[in-house]
């Protein structure tokens, strides 16, 4: 039986070269980075290396990276930072199909004292400028929107998002954990203020991060401490997986080109042909401005855990965007969010792909994937095999 890993918005296999250039540094290279003496200071010196290989893949300034242990943290400390530097804005804008790491924060803050504007999306998934622009106001201290869905792959505008934000005075914060690594960004050119991003998602380790702070945004620390990170995140860095997230962030550079032609080929042409096979499906998401790597499929009248749980028989791993994959047992927020119907919502599939898939693993995934289909709907209870 072959082994298809289609879940690479989950998480993706470390990269070899990521993980030869860490090991050093838990064996002979163990010195803190913040001690004199030459132990800690050629340790200094491959985390300075690593800062500035991320601010490449940014195109910003190694002064604007902080290291973090992940998007969640990025999101927690962006937006929980503004809110601190600003007290007398009480005003949180977002989206309906954030990730947790920012909705639940924000509704945790709207549940204390802060006021919350989720916008909605429409049946692409696509936000409504017009809405934007109307919510912010002089209370409104930030406005988080992601560069990219994690379940569908829509990529929102975020410059015209950020021009908007920027016209009216509030921080812009985005969380571009998927966007990062399979699309280019240029901060030098971009209107973003705060940026997260995540290594595990690009082929770093998992429990690694980092925050964009462009020069000149008032961000109080989320953790204090220390003096690490110029005093912006206290702790004793992480210099393996600090590293390691260089490292990643040299590669993607090097495979961007792959991410955005092959790895988009072979994402088109799973996507064809399994809308070809299959009857009462649809592609959920705009297909248009959509990561090249993933693609959100609804089969009517299965569900996705029956569909996950077949295709993990047969060596593939996918996701699903309702209930147990996501540990509850709600329907996905963000197909919800786009007025996708029930039967299309309970059925929803995605299949998320990454540099190291091949021609044969999408061949191995249209073998399998319609005969389950076929076999769930002459099972299922709605009758309608
Ligand atoms: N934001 C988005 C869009 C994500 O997809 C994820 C992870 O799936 C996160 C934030 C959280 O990142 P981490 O797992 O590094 O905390």
Redesign the pocket.
Known sequence: MRNVYADN??TTRVAPEVVEEMLPYFSELYGNPSSMHYFGGQVEKKVIEARGKVASLLNCDPSEIVFTS????S?STAIRGTLDSYPYKKHIVTTRV??P??LNLCRHLAKNGHKLTELSVDKKGNLDLDELKKTIDDNTAIVSI?Y???ETGVIFPIEKIGKIVKSKGAVFHC?A??ATGKIPLDMSKSTIDLL?L????LHAP?GI?ALYIRKGTKLTPLILGGHQEKGRRAGTENVPYIIGLGKASELVLNHMEDENTRVKTLRDRLEDELLKSCSNRQVNGDRKYRLPNTTNISFEYVEGEAILLMLSEKGIAASSGSACTSGSLEPSHVLRAMGIPFTFVHGSLRLSLSRYNTDEDIDYIIEHLPPIIKRLREISPFGKG
């Not at 992940?70 to 943290?73: L, N, Q, S, V």
């Not at 995540?198 to 998602?201: A, L």
Request: proline fraction near 0%; charged fraction near 25%; aromatic fraction near 0%.
């Open positions: 918005n989950a992940c998007g969640t943290e999101d954030e990730h790491a920012v992601m990219a869905n994690n969380d954990v998927q997260s995540s290594g595990h998602k998992k991060g």
